[in-house]
């Protein structure tokens, strides 16, 4: 799930269907993960048949159709993530994770390639407090970003402290008394650490060199970390 020009991303193929799960134990719990795996593949594949479709066929029915599957399979995703045995592993395209992380992780994805879309539709979509999820997942990325750039992550955590877009309290990760910190609005920082906008054009400031230095390398998906999007009014 890379940075990189918005249209080109919403062409672009979904990759295959998560791999099998390792399901050790009574016959109820592999039904269930095999569920879990069913619903996640649906998923994916539903994404493929809208990219082969584009724009053919009558638009509002084809539109209707695409509204209930989505639905439909939201929906198997959603009972399939509540069925699944406590410890539960799901095979991905990193390291297998529990399925909490999993379902956070699916939240990020969602999102971000929404944001593409709106992006290449020129659209603005209103931010709400769900993006909690996808800004403690990049605080916990920390590491692993550092890792996919071939660096060594430092040994100090960092502070994290964003304005939700409500405006009230704050989101806070990571020891107060930490020396290097990371503030700005959570919406900014969730476009930052899903790579869907220049951090140029974002109001996320850090204190501390080594926290300055992450902010270019933030990224809560898995894979490589891709062209980054351009500053606001240049082309890629």
């Keep these: 799930m890379e940075g990189g020009?918005?249209?080109r991303r919403v062409d672009r193929r979904a990759p295959g269907s998560p791999s099998r799960l390792d399901r050790p134990g009574g016959a109820d719990r592999r039904h269930r993960s095999g569920g879990l795996r069913r619903a996640c593949g649906r998923g994916e594949r539903t994404a493929v048949h809208l990219r082969r479709r584009g724009g053919r066929g009558p638009g509002r029915p084809a539109a209707r159709r695409v509204a209930h599957r989505v639905a439909r399979r939201r929906a198997a995703l959603d009972a399939a993530l509540r069925a699944a045995e406590p410890g539960t592993r799901v095979p991905w395209y990193g390291p297998p994770m529990s399925v909490p992380s999993m379902a956070t992780a699916r939240l990020m994805e969602t999102w971000a390639h929404g944001q593409d879309v709106a992006d290449a539709l020129g659209v603005r979509r209103a931010p709400?407090?769900?993006l909690r999820h996808i800004a403690r997942l990049g605080w916990r990325t920390r590491d692993f970003a550092y890792a996919?750039?071939?660096l060594t992550p430092p040994e100090a955590p960092f502070r994290i402290e964003l304005t939700p877009p409500q405006g009230e309290g704050r989101w806070t990760y990571g020891p107060e008394d930490a020396p290097q910190r990371v503030t700005g609005p959570a919406l900014d920082f969730c476009l930052l650490v899903t790579?869907?906008?220049?951090?140029?054009?974002l109001a996320v400031r850090a204190e501390?060199?080594?926290?300055?230095r992450w902010l270019g390398l933030a990224q809560a998906f898995a894979g490589p970390p891709g062209t980054p999007r351009p500053p606001?009014?240049?082309?890629?």
Excluded: L, W
Aim: hydrophobic fraction near 20%; charge should be neutral.
């Design 5 to 7: 020009d918005a249209r």
């Design 128 to 130: 709400t407090g769900r």
């Design 208 to 212: 501390g060199p080594d926290a300055e």
């Design 195 to 201: 790579r869907r906008a220049h951090r140029d054009d």
């Design 148 to 150: 996919m750039n071939g």
């Design 232 to 236: 606001r009014g240049e082309t890629a």
